[in-house]
Antibody, heavy 123, light 111 residues
Framework: EVQLVESGGGLVQPGGSLRLSCATS????????MNWVRQAPGRGLEWISY????????KYADSVRGRFTISRDTAKNSVFLQMNSLEAGDTALYYC????????????????WGQGTLVTVSS | QSVLTQPPSASGTPGQRVTISCSGS????????VNWYQQLPGTAPTLLIY???QRPSGVPDRFSGSKSGTSASLAISGLQSEDEGDYYC????????????FGTGTKVTVL
């Protein structure tokens, strides 16, 4: 069974940093691209970052490029999102999502999602 | 703001057919496949339709997707109370640096 479990969220002051983790199980992480998607309270879904499976190509939404970094550790079956220079507008529930097996250089579709971890940026 | 436009709401009585539209442009729907996600109240999104009209295993066949030009649509036939929730279309957008875009979302209410 495929499982994705996010952690690392919390309350942080503007300008601060957080590192989110996504622990995966039930599949070989190295074969799949992974994504982070966020949802601000009462709002819609926003894709923010992607890392490909075999080549580790990374992509970012304009709203986070230069501030957020996606990475993964296949030995630990985990994907990470390092978030720096956080702003109030980054407050959201952050989801980790597995991409389709055919995704090689850009997101295609997300066939499994975690339950999310909440990030609140406030002073 | 999202580049994929959906109606904010849709509704129907049990058993009715409901259709949700998703309007985009040449750089997203016009060039790439459309996917649909369902988000039931208080839960994470799940994949409902992929590659325009394919259903993942476990998704009932009363959900169907289609695409024409720069628009797509999701149809729910035989609406059920458990279908109440938010629905999002999504596609890769080739413009600028490239980005995966979600639609504005449609809240489906079962009357």
């Amino acid at each position: 069974e495929v499982q994705l479990v996010e952690s690392g969220g919390g309350l942080v002051q503007p300008g601060g940093s957080l590192r989110l983790s996504c622990a995966t199980s039930g599949f070989r992480l190295g074969n799949y691209a992974m994504n982070w998607v966020r949802q601000a309270p009462g709002r819609g879904l926003e894709w923010i970052s992607y890392i490909s499976g075999t080549t580790s190509v990374t992509k970012y939404a304009d709203s986070v490029r230069g501030r957020f970094t996606i990475s993964r550790d296949t030995a630990k079956n985990s994907v990470f999102l390092q978030m720096n220079s956080l702003e109030a507008g980054d407050t959201a529930l952050y989801y980790c999502a597995r991409d389709s097996l055919i995704s090689t250089s850009s997101p295609y579709y997300f066939d499994h999602w975690g339950q999310g971890t909440l990030v609140t940026v406030s002073s | 703001q999202s580049v994929l436009t959906q109606p904010p709401s849709a509704s129907g009585t049990p058993g009715q057919r409901v259709t949700i539209s998703c309007s985009g442009s040449r750089s997203n729907i016009g060039s790439n496949s459309v996917n649909w996600y369902q988000q039931l109240p208080g839960t994470a999104p799940t994949l409902l339709i992929y590659t325009n009209n394919q259903r993942p295993s476990g998704v009932p066949d009363r959900f169907s997707g289609s695409k024409s030009g720069t628009s797509a649509s999701l149809a729910i036939s035989g609406l059920q109370s458990e279908d109440e929730g938010d629905y999002y279309c999504a596609a890769w957008d080739d413009s600028l640096n490239g980005r995966y875009v979600f639609g504005t979302g449609t809240k489906v209410t079962v009357l």
